[in-house]
C-alpha cells in the first residue's frame, strides 16, 4: 500500500509551484513593460501634425458624446419636473391619507 508523501516533499512540490507561478508573472510583466516601451516609441515618433489630429478627432468625438449625454440629461430632468408638479397637486391627499391611516402613538 502507497503511503501520502510526507509533509516535507508536499511542502517542497506546493514552494516550487508557487516559484515556477511567479516566474511566468514575471515574464508577463516583462512582456508587458517591453511592448508598452514599443508602443510608447512608436506614439513619440508620430509627426505632431498626426498626433494633433487624433487628438482633433478625438475631441469632436467626444463633444458630439456630451452633447448627446447632455440633451438626455435634460430630457430626464424635465420629465422628472413635470412627473413632481403633477404629483404637488395630489401631495396634500396622500399626506392627509398617509395620517388618518397611522396608528397613534403611544409612548
Known amino acids: ?3 501520502p508523501p510526507p509533509v516535507d516533499q508536499l511542502l517542497a512540490r506546493a514552494v516550487d509551484e508557487q516559484l515556477a507561478e ?3 508573472w514575471r515574464q508577463a510583466m516583462e512582456g508587458l513593460a517591453e511592448r508598452l516601451t514599443r508602443l510608447e516609441e512608436v506614439v513619440a515618433a508620430l509627426p505632431a501634425e498626426v498626433a494633433a489630429a487624433v487628438e482633433a ?6 463633444a458630439a458624446e456630451l452633447e448627446v449625454v447632455g440633451a438626455e440629461l435634460r430630457r430626464q430632468v424635465n420629465d ?3 412627473l413632481i408638479v403633477n404629483d404637488l397637486g395630489r401631495l396634500p391627499k ?3 391619507d398617509a395620517a388618518q391611516g ?3 402613538r403611544t409612548d
Open 80 to 82: 422628472l419636473g413635470r
Open 57 to 62: 478627432a478625438v475631441r469632436t468625438g467626444v
Open 22 to 24: 511567479q516566474r511566468s
Open 1 to 3: 500500500m502507497d503511503s
Open 94 to 96: 396622500i399626506i392627509r
Open 102 to 104: 397611522a396608528a397613534p
